[in-house]
């Protein structure tokens, strides 16, 4: 991993600057923290309305939150105060293979944060954290599913990130859905759309 990127990465996940109007970003693990989770999952499926319909995955639970936790994903959960005001989901979705190598990528779930803490740099500090948890979990791309939930706010935020847009990878599946992906590592992204 290049110098520069791992220096990033710890001043990311180091930086100790704290205010109580400041966002904080923590790896959820307790009980209170699942609920949490879960209500915040629950509300952004809510506010997307149609477009936020999964079928297939039932109602969100502090057990399904859970199903992104340790060992092979990270949930996370912002707080302005000692109020949550986000949600993220990273969790390792497998390998795929392109210009001669083969890399882990992790998959961005529950990208959420209340449309009234977004100013106080909640979705910017939630980002930077999935990025290191998602190389934490050893992957060296991290995608999401942009057809599920994505507004123009927060695509301009992925993009400002280095998100862009790429497509679908058969072995990972999701080749219905248009992805946008970031490399971890600082190269491009193979695949572009």
Do not use: K
């Not at 990528?105 to 990208?111: I, R, S, T």
């Amino acid at each position: 991993m290049p110098t520069a990127l791992t220096n990033r990465l710890a001043e990311i996940w180091t930086s100790t600057t704290r205010r109580a109007s400041s966002p904080e970003v923590r790896t959820a693990r307790m009980a209170d923290d699942l609920r949490h989770a879960a209500e915040l999952v629950t509300e952004h499926r809510r506010s997307l309305g149609p477009r936020g319909e999964d079928r297939t995955a039932g109602p969100v639970t502090s057990d399904v939150v859970r199903r992104c936790t340790h060992p092979h994903g990270r949930l996370l959960l912002a707080t302005v105060g000692d109020r949550p005001v986000g949600v993220a989901a990273v969790r390792r979705a497998g390998r795929h293979s392109s210009v001669g190598r083969v890399d882990e990528v992790g998959e961005l779930h529950w990208l959420y944060v209340r449309p009234h803490a977004r100013a106080s740099g909640a979705l910017d500090l939630l980002l930077d954290r999935v990025m290191v948890a998602t190389w934490w979990l050893g992957c060296q791309r991290l995608r999401l599913d942009a057809d599920r939930g994505l507004g123009d706010e927060d695509r301009a935020t992925l993009e400002r990130l280095g998100f862009r847009s790429v497509r679908p990878d058969p072995a990972l599946g999701g080749h219905d859905r248009r992805w946008l992906e970031v490399a971890l590592d600082g190269e491009e992204t193979a695949r572009p759309a």
